[in-house]
């Protein structure tokens, strides 16, 4: 569950990633995406009418995530978490589950670590995160060299995210997504500031030498051509879309969906009846 299969070849190289993030940290943590979903999710916990009094974080930065949810238990985004069975009445996976080589094992792992009608929450990022910067990287890099390399993480679908909550059990999925744009300098300003999230190239199948100049100037000049900042044309634009999933333990007590074939109008009538009000 927790391993890629054999005929798979590995996404993250997760002693990389475990580099950039401590340097991250240590020089200077970029937090303000944190800091929105953070945010986000306190917003959401708010709405509902319970007091989890048993929570975990699965964060790779717990020293945010710690001081946002006092009271959690701080878990490392380890391929295997370190959650006890039916321990937790709220499991947070706080922006690391875009980098999981098992996205779904992660998810299993959190629901089986949830106590009955336990709540399960995640924040990553996915959907249109950095297209700007993967085409403007890839058309440069095509162009100069006819080749092209794996250079900004894949994301994930908000459909495909949300299907991961029903195939990890959970009841009640929702999946939904916060776009956040942000404006930058030029290319460099946002490879720093990419670089100070812990967000740089961690994937295990990148180049293992520097890119050439000569691409990063044509992807800077793509970006600045297609891509300038609505507000400042002088700078550059870059998406991110903070995907949200939640997601429930099974309970009895739960509401349940109608079976199928359960109702007792037909849609047809309904629609008549809206019709003639009308």
Not at 247 to 269: F, I, V, Y
Request: hydrophobic content about 40%; some cysteine; aromatic content about 4%.
């Amino acid at each position: 569950m927790t391993k890629p299969a054999p005929d798979r070849p590995a996404l993250t190289d997760r002693p990389a990633l475990l580099r950039q993030r401590a340097r991250a940290i240590r020089q200077g943590f970029a937090d303000v995406l944190h800091r929105l979903a953070a945010d986000e999710i306190q917003d959401r916990l708010s709405e509902i009418n319970r007091r989890f009094t048993a929570p975990a974080v699965v964060t790779g930065f717990p020293h945010l995530w710690s001081e946002t949810f006092p009271d959690a238990r701080i878990v490392p985004d380890d391929p295997v978490l370190d959650l006890e069975p039916g321990a937790h009445d709220l499991v947070i996976h706080a922006l690391s589950l875009h980098w999981a080589e098992d996205p779904v094992g992660q998810i299993v792992q959190s629901a089986r670590a949830l106590r009955e009608d336990g709540l399960f929450v995640a924040a990553c990022f996915g959907g249109q995160t950095l297209h700007e910067l993967r085409g403007a990287l890839a058309q440069a890099e095509v162009e100069l060299t006819g080749g092209l390399s794996p250079r900004v993480l894949p994301m994930g679908e908000i459909r495909d995210l949300g299907q991961l909550l029903s195939r990890a059990g959970l009841a009640l999925p929702v999946a939904d997504v916060v776009t956040q744009k942000a404006s930058y300098r030029d290319l460099i300003h946002l490879a720093r500031d990419l670089r100070a999230m812990g967000e740089g190239n961690a994937m295990a199948a990148r180049l293992r030498r520097p890119t050439g100049r000569a691409v990063l100037a044509r992807a800077a000049q793509i970006l600045a051509e297609h891509h300038p900042d609505r507000d400042d044309p002088s700078r550059i634009a870059a998406t991110f879309d903070l995907v949200f999933l939640t997601g429930w333990s099974p309970s009895d007590n739960q509401q349940k969906p109608l079976r199928p074939g359960s109702a007792k109008t037909r849609l047809e009538d309904a629609l008549n009846e809206i019709r003639t009000k009308t």
